[in-house]
């Protein structure tokens, strides 16, 4: 942690001296999760304050003030696990491997298909009916989401197989 970072988590804790390790990992991993509270807590706001906007048809600098502040945090901490290796989990064996890929496979189709329909529920329903617009729901929508699902679906999958390695021991 450099010298601002540590002068700023003094500050915002509230402590003067140097904490042992056992109180700094309570304090890690409190702030963590407050830290995932609050961004799922700014996407729930920032969702309620986008109908509002499309409701009055205007975009505010609210919802896009709360859209970069997530947008930050999101690509911060993707940035820094990624440098620092720890986002990969390493298998020794192919057994415990192939359960994990079977896992991650398994995650990512249900996170796509999930996706997938609010993408076409708020899209296709609830964005229209808020703006007073009529629900055009035909088959060229159906698909444009089905493909927009798979290629989630698959962009998801191949994230989190790209963070799986197998090692091998010679």
């Keep these: 942690m450099n010298k601002l970072e540590n002068k700023l988590l003094k500050h915002y804790i509230g402590y003067v001296e140097e904490r042992d390790e056992y109180q700094q990992g309570i304090i890690n991993e409190t702030l963590t999760t407050a830290n995932l509270y609050t ?3 700014l996407t729930i706001c920032m969702l ?5 906007d499309s409701i009055n048809h205007k975009l505010t600098f ?3 003030a709360m859209f970069f502040i997530q947008q930050f945090n999101a690509y911060y901490i993707l940035i820094k696990l990624r440098k620092s290796g720890v986002d990969k989990t390493e298998f020794d064996d ?7 890929l079977k ?3 398994k995650q990512t189709i249900i996170a796509a298909i999930q996706w997938g329909f609010s993408m076409l529920v708020m899209m296709e329903y609830i964005f229209p009916t808020l703006l ?8 060229f929508q159906i698909i444009v989401w089905i493909c927009a699902t798979l290629f989630f679906g698959t962009s998801c999958y191949i994230i989190a197989k790209s963070k799986l390695k197998k090692v091998d021991n010679d």
């Design 62 to 64: 609210g919802t896009f």
């Design 132 to 139: 007073g617009e009529r629900i055009n729901i035909g088959l």
């Design 48 to 52: 309620v304050s986008l109908i509002f």
């Design 103 to 105: 896992k991650s496979k």
């Design 39 to 41: 961004f799922y807590l």
């Design 94 to 100: 192919n057994a415990t491997y192939s359960t994990q």
